[in-house]
């Protein structure tokens, strides 16, 4: 029998007491302003289909999305091409890093649009004629998941676009196989912008919380995209969600999410609601070490792992 608890009155500060303790994991230092991120920051937030938001302290504090937005744009490339994304991206777990310079063998499309060449590629395909369009268009479609203006870090993009060597390296590669049709700087220009957008914890799960729920913003009532886009989504982040560790991650958690550098998780948990969890400290995969602990207790206390026969 299941003994879930209400996440309406789930008390997230006593998780985040909790969590707190764990001291494994390296903040990521690939950028100078994510090497400088507060080890200690540790916020969770709740999204529920009521629109009502819970938040555990620091849950507003600021950090860059990173790859937590590779869902997104998965979305929004799906929204945008009328579903052609899915011909031009595969859909299967790579066993390997988010970087991996690989593609798919014999079509020379990315492997799935959670690693960075598919990411690379979403954020390609979405709507608008130019660099400025595309980055437009993600701002939007990103605050309309999000369910308010979003901002973005512009020292992060620029940081990001120039020392992203391998987002270069894979970019490169896709045009030589012809499946990135864009400059290979504008891709990676574009892709690095949208991982330099803000969010705080509330925010994120708010996004994940679209997802979850059929791809209606439960705050706004924004119908962001078709409950078929966001099934599709969801789909992907519990197959590729956590990269290599995206086994172990579904065997554990048991919730679709997607890990991010600055030590972001996003999770969506479909019917039911959306998370997130920052801070900063990163296995050797990626993910927040911490956050990979509150999911891990999220899931068991409000029974919400999609494989669990008694699921709260
Ligand atoms: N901006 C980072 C990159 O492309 C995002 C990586 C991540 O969060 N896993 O390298």
């Not at 492997?111 to 400025?132: F, I």
Request: charge should be negative; include cysteine.
């Amino acid at each position: 029998m299941t003994s879930a608890s209400d996440p309406t009155s789930y008390d997230l500060d006593a998780l985040r007491d909790r969590v707190c303790h764990e001291r494994g994991g390296e903040v990521d230092a690939s950028i100078p302003q994510l090497a400088d991120a507060d080890p200690d920051l540790c916020g969770i937030a709740l999204a529920l289909p009521d629109g009502s938001i819970r938040a555990s302290a620091q849950a507003d504090a600021a950090f860059s999305v990173q790859s937590a937005v590779k869902p997104f744009l998965f979305a929004l490339a799906l929204l945008d091409t009328d579903g052609e994304a899915l011909d031009r991206i595969g859909i299967e777990p790579t066993g390997e890093a988010f970087d991996a310079i690989k593609l798919e063998t014999g079509t020379g499309r990315p492997p799935n649009p959670m690693v960075n060449a598919g990411a690379l590629l979403t954020a390609a395909l979405v709507d608008g004629d130019d660099v400025d369009a595309r980055n437009a268009r993600i701002h939007e479609g990103l605050s309309s998941f999000a369910g308010r203006e979003l901002t973005v870090d512009e020292d992060v993009a620029a940081s990001e676009h120039l020392l992203g060597d391998r987002n270069h390296a894979l970019a490169h590669l896709m045009r030589a196989e012809g499946t990135l049709r864009v400059g290979a700087d504008d891709a990676v220009a574009v892709y690095a912008r949208a991982c330099a957008t803000l969010v705080d914890a509330e925010a994120l799960a708010v996004m994940g919380a679209t997802l979850a729920l059929g791809g209606r913003n439960p705050v706004t009532g924004v119908q962001v995209v078709p409950a078929s886009i966001a099934r599709d989504v969801v789909s992907v982040m519990a197959t590729c969600g956590v990269y290599d560790g995206s086994g172990r991650w579904m065997r554990g958690v048991g919730i679709p999410a997607k890990s991010g550098v600055s030590g972001a998780i996003v999770l969506s948990a479909p019917g039911a609601l959306g998370a997130a969890v920052i801070s900063p400290p990163l296995d050797e995969q990626g993910t927040s070490v911490r956050g990979r602990v509150a999911a891990e207790a999220l899931s068991a206390d409000l029974g919400l792992h999609v494989f669990a026969a008694d699921r709260g």
